[in-house]
């Protein structure tokens, strides 16, 4: 018997509306190339009972028709035309975003430089300052150490 978490709800479906493969589907079934007719059967129960028989008969054959092939590319080109503007949104969205910050950088900066204090002469001297130099004679001494490990 099947766990109570496997039992699968199925009352939704008939409540949504047809996808595009499915809307694709009936339409193939209706048209020249299998010419179901659900008019011409004596009520909608039969009507229905064609449309399973023949969806499930001819989905694979649906599914490798020219119509759906050509169909799918279709949608796929799409899908990859609406992909590709989307990094195209995002940068023109970021190249504003960096507009507007620059202007309140600017801004900002000018009012840095109205309130800023001038530096005292500790904070000059201690900018004017060269930097140490590094030790080269360690690099140097180095290199000799590893001339002397070839000779093994």
Known sequence: MAKDEDVKDYTEYPGKAPTDLQQRMVEWLQGDEVGADPASCKNKSEAFALGVQLGVALRIQFQKSDANQAARAAAA??????QAEKPAKKAKKAAKV?????VEETEADEETEEEAPKPTKKAKKAAAKKPAKKPAKKAAK???????????
């Open 77 to 82: 080109e799409e899908r990859e035309a609406k």
């Open 98 to 102: 960096e507009e507007s910050e620059e």
């Open 142 to 152: 180095a290199d000799e150490d590893d001339d002397e490990d070839d000779d093994f």
